[in-house]
Nanobody
Framework: VQLQASGGGLVQAGGSLRLACAAS????????MGWFRQAPGKEREFVAA????????YYSESVKGRFTIARSVAQSTVYLQMNSLKPEDTAVYYC??????????????????WGQGTQVTVSS
């Protein structure tokens, strides 16, 4: 099982980036998936998630209105479109699968399906 994240980079404040997470090794068509991030010296935090059907999306308050999560079941890929980026969005972004707790409390990754992380750096 592999989650391959891509799309990170260096961007100026106010700019945009699009992250992608390609899943392979098993079918994730029935898996709730999402993104977390970890800034230097901080704990990993939830960013956004999407249910397996794509019918529901969840965002942290810090990114709501600026980030959009989407998925392509046919391509086994989850995307995170990040607009109006701020320096505080600088972090390593990780995709994850088989999420639990969406809309009910802390979002968790009980099966430990994580991508390798992609660096996003926003300069001021």
């Amino acid at each position: 099982v592999q989650l391959q994240a891509s799309g990170g980079g260096l961007v100026q404040a106010g700019g945009s980036l699009r992250l992608a997470c390609a899943a392979s090794g098993r079918t994730f068509s029935s898996s709730d998936m999402g993104w977390f991030r970890q800034a230097p010296g901080k704990e990993r935090e939830f960013v956004a998630a999407i249910t397996w059907s794509g019918g529901s999306r969840y965002y942290s308050e810090s990114v709501k209105g600026r980030f959009t999560i989407a998925r392509s079941v046919a391509q086994s890929t989850v995307y995170l479109q990040m607009n109006s980026l701020k320096p505080e969005d600088t972090a390593v972004y990780y995709c994850a699968a088989d999420l639990t707790g969406l809309g009910k409390g802390p979002v968790r990754v009980p099966n430990n399906y994580w991508g390798q992380g992609t660096q996003v750096t926003v300069s001021s």
